[in-house]
């Protein structure tokens, strides 16, 4: 098992080294947002921001969010 997730660290190109810290970087991220939008305290207030995408689309049209 060990033979199949072996890396030979010293073979790697400069792209490989990007596409390993971009890989763990994104990883890293995406974990963080996830813990964010996840928290129940932050409920609430991402609750109130659910709509803004359809808001955007009401205030170049005049209509009036109703909710």
Do not use: C, Q
Not at 9 to 30: E, K, R, S, Y
């Amino acid at each position: 098992m060990s033979d199949y997730f072996h890396t030979d660290w010293a073979a790697m190109t400069t792209n490989d080294w990007i596409g390993t810290i971009l890989t763990v970087v994104v990883f890293l991220l995406m974990v963080g947002v996830y813990a964010y939008a996840l928290r129940p305290k932050n409920r609430d207030k991402l609750e109130s921001r659910r709509f803004i995408p359809m808001d955007d689309d009401r205030i170049e049209t005049g209509e009036k969010h109703g909710g």
